[in-house]
């Protein structure tokens, strides 16, 4: 009798073993079924990134090719009305040097600046932080006045010798001369600002290798002149300026004498009036 019932009881535990076998069996194939999935969703996921990554560079690739005709064609378009209106182009490099560096937990900005072959300019600010050199850029202002005036002093003092642009370009009159000036202060300014942003955030973006960042480039301004003849000629549209303001005080003048003419005919014949009575 023990012997059956021991028999009984290897019987329901290998029933038992079985059965828990094929839990697992079926927990494994569902287990490599998901798995299944999951590798399926993920390729699918890959391919249409793929897919849309790749689309969007065609994208990017057309638009920059219209962009590249666009600006072709608008130089092209420009050539010919340069050809036409017989244009004269007059070009200025500058050479601009930032550096940024910490120093006693600040910010040391350093920045110099030279047109052509004129004197170098040269500014030196302190900040407390980098966030505090990125928003006062005030210096740039400065540098970029300091460095057009250098070279404005230069080319005057090369037209005394007779040499430099404004002896060589008779169009290149000092009223074209001054105006062209301040184009390039304005523009230089705006080359300086963006030349030292770049450095001060180079150095935020490094703050854990090095302690200061240095960018050197060469930027170039171009100008057209205009024949003096040209309407367009900034001393002509100037003297139009001047002559058009001329004649608006000369009729508002003729204006106000008309109407002081016309009030005291008025009170004559009111006079005349009076004494009828």
Not at 23 to 52: P, S, T
Request: charged share 50%; proline share 1%.
């Amino acid at each position: 009798e023990r012997q059956r019932l021991l028999e009984i009881e290897r019987k329901k535990e290998e029933e038992e073993e079985r059965k828990r076998e094929q839990i697992r069996a079926e927990f494994r194939l569902k287990q490599a079924e998901e798995q299944e999935r999951l590798k399926k969703r993920e390729e699918e996921e890959a391919a249409r990134k793929k897919k849309e990554l790749e689309e969007d560079r065609k994208r990017r690739e057309e638009k920059m090719r219209l962009e590249r005709e666009a600006l072709e064609a608008e130089r092209l378009r420009r050539k010919k009305i340069s050809e036409e209106r017989k244009e004269k182009t007059f070009s200025i490099q500058a050479n601009i040097k930032v550096e940024a560096k910490r120093k006693n937990g600040k910010c040391e900005v350093t920045a110099s600046c030279r047109v052509e072959f004129s004197s170098t300019s040269e500014v030196n600010e302190t900040h407390e932080s980098t966030e505090m050199a990125r928003l006062q850029m005030s210096w740039a202002s400065k540098l970029s006045g300091e460095a057009m005036k250098a070279y404005k002093s230069d080319q005057i003092l090369k037209k005394m010798m007779g040499e430099g642009i404004l002896s060589k370009t008779p169009t290149f009159s000092d009223v074209e001369f001054e105006h062209w000036m301040k184009l390039v202060r304005v523009r230089l300014d705006r080359e300086l600002r963006t030349t030292g942003l770049r450095a001060v955030a180079g150095l935020e973006a490094n703050k854990l290798t090095k302690n200061d960042n240095f960018i050197e480039r060469e930027v170039t301004f171009s100008r057209a002149l205009l024949p003096r003849e040209d309407p367009e000629n900034v001393e002509t549209r100037m003297q139009n300026a001047i002559r058009l303001l001329i004649d608006q005080v000369e009729q508002k003048s003729k204006n106000k004498k008309k109407s002081g003419s016309d009030k005291a005919a008025a009170d004559d014949d009111d006079d005349d009036d009076d004494d009828d009575d």
